[in-house]
């Protein structure tokens, strides 16, 4: 239901995020600590808002509960949304990342549907639409992000006709015979036409919106723009779909490779596991979207067959702790952890891993120093919107050396060709893709890596930002449109 016109705010960009760019923790004795929040999408926009001027960040801390005051930092103001523990289990655990996230990820795991969920998911869209709707300032631009906040964009519309509304988002956007089971799914699809800018990472992704917005709602649909009518007197707006594929801060990635600091901590790294000759990089939010399954499944078989021996060569796999309270994530939790023992209790020489797996996040420094020392990284993703870890392994190769295995089902195998491409689900096409990084020969590695840093260097997230909001300023405003009506 529309409210009344909300006072504007002072800011000219808000960003609308589940999660704002840092993490409050409540330590033992009562105080609090701020960490930087998980995932690519905090990755690639915090950087994009250190370089505006009135920017705001709407978004959850991060624990459930009252929401800390508004506060300043990076020269940003956060505005924290509260979500009570209800909210986290059933907006949060339950119908973003139990229901939507599986869904739009290829049904990998079962989506679950449950209409609490639904509930609690509106409810707790309506609370950061009424934080995020009156800090912008008169005829502002709000940009909303990804699949947690897909009905914001039309509740933010009904209480500020004034501003521009862009969305993107940063996971898949699955086929529409996927898309269908979705109860509440034309709910979805009016929340996200409530935005003048809709933007993808792929091209099928934007695609597969589109034809879900025919099927569907049965809009009219002229190219990438969508006409949809308004409500009563009010005119026909239109919609723009676009694909804009996300980057990274690429130069200060590459920048921090020079660091002398870092430098050492990469050749530290390569002595504390015994100076293997080869060193091979997983690095993941523990999620059964990364395909860390598959690429045990054939590293353990190469270790069986001989092919590698473990003695001079080691895997580090990195599993980022990820929604530690939903089953799917506790179950692979587990089958990762098993198979990481069988693979150590069978392979390892004594006092030194086959596979050393760390079930912690590490901090920038820390995972350029990874990188560095990394001779072969395995990116084997099921399903992923972009795979941010890709473009900083290349970034973190200035030295024009080392090999990426990328998965054709990241988004990140449109742009990057020249990486090692890979179906994960073929286990012998790993292995072989594997075998071959591991062999191949220095000019080679060069070619590749070149041709793979001419792309990350040259498209990076400033640029990929500056992009949409351009885009998002050429879409015709709302209040313009019913003038010239
Ligand atoms: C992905 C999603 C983000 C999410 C991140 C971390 O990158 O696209 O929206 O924030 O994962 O997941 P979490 O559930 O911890 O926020």
Aim: proline share 7%.
């Amino acid at each position: 239901t529309p409210t009344a016109q909300d006072r504007p705010g002072e800011h000219e960009l808000v960003v609308v995020a589940n999660r704002l760019p840092v993490d409050s923790r409540t330590l033992p004795d009562g105080a609090t600590e701020w960490v930087t929040s998980p995932g690519g999408l905090v990755t690639a926009m915090e950087s994009v808002m250190r370089t505006v001027d009135s920017g705001a960040w709407v978004g959850w801390a991060g624990s459930p509960g009252e929401a800390p005051a508004p506060f300043e930092a990076d020269g940003m103001s956060l505005y924290p949304v509260p979500l009570d523990q209800i909210d986290v289990e059933r907006y949060y655990e339950g119908y973003s990342n139990g229901t939507l996230w599986p869904l739009y990820h290829d049904v990998i795991v079962d989506p679950e549907f449950h209409r609490g969920w639904w509930d609690t998911y509106l409810s707790a869209n309506r609370r950061f639409a009424e934080v995020a709707a009156p800090v912008a300032a008169p005829g502002g631009t709000i940009w909303v992000h990804d699949y947690q906040l897909q009905l914001v964009p039309r509740l933010i519309r009904d209480r500020r006709s004034d501003v521009r509304i862009g969305f993107f988002n940063h996971i898949p956007f699955p086929p529409v015979e996927l898309f269908s089971q979705l109860p509440k799914r034309n709910s979805i699809l009016r929340g996200l036409l409530g935005a003048d800018l809709v933007g993808f990472q792929r091209e099928s992704d934007s695609l597969n919106f589109l034809s879900a917005v025919r099927k569907l709602l049965g809009l009219h649909v002229d190219g990438m723009t969508i006409s949809v009518p308004g409500i009563g007197a009010a005119p026909v707006r239109e919609v723009v779909v676009q694909t804009f594929p996300i980057s990274i801060d690429s130069a200060a990635v590459s920048a921090l490779t020079e660091d002398p600091g870092i430098r050492e901590r990469a050749t530290q790294l390569r002595r504390d596991l015994g100076d293997p000759q080869r060193i091979v990089l997983g690095a993941d939010r523990l999620d059964y979207t990364k395909g860390i399954r598959h690429r045990l499944k054939a590293w353990g078989e190469l270790l069986d067959d001989g092919s590698i021996d473990p003695h001079d060569t080691v895997m580090i796999q990195i599993a980022t702790p990820s929604r530690e309270r939903v089953e799917a994530y506790q179950q692979l939790r587990d089958e990762v952890e098993l198979t990481v023992g069988r693979i150590n209790g069978e392979h390892a020489p004594l006092g030194r891993p086959a596979v050393s797996y760390q079930h912690h996040s590490f901090d920038r420094r820390e995972m350029t120093a990874l990188f560095m020392a990394a001779d072969v990284v395995l990116v084997t993703a099921l399903r992923d919107g972009m795979n941010l870890v890709a473009k900083e392994y290349i970034a973190s190769r200035p030295d024009l050396q080392g090999v990426l295995v990328l998965s054709e089902f990241a988004g990140a195998a449109d742009e990057l060709r020249a990486a090692v491409l890979v179906n994960p689900h073929d286990i012998d096409e790993l292995k072989a893709a594997i075998l071959r990084s591991l062999a191949m020969p220095p000019e080679e590695q060069e070619e590749a890596m070149r041709s793979l840093r001419h792309q990350v260097m040259e498209h990076d997230v400033q640029l990929w930002a500056k992009e949409f909001l351009e885009r998002l300023t050429a879409t015709g405003s709302p209040q313009v449109a019913a003038v010239q009506a």
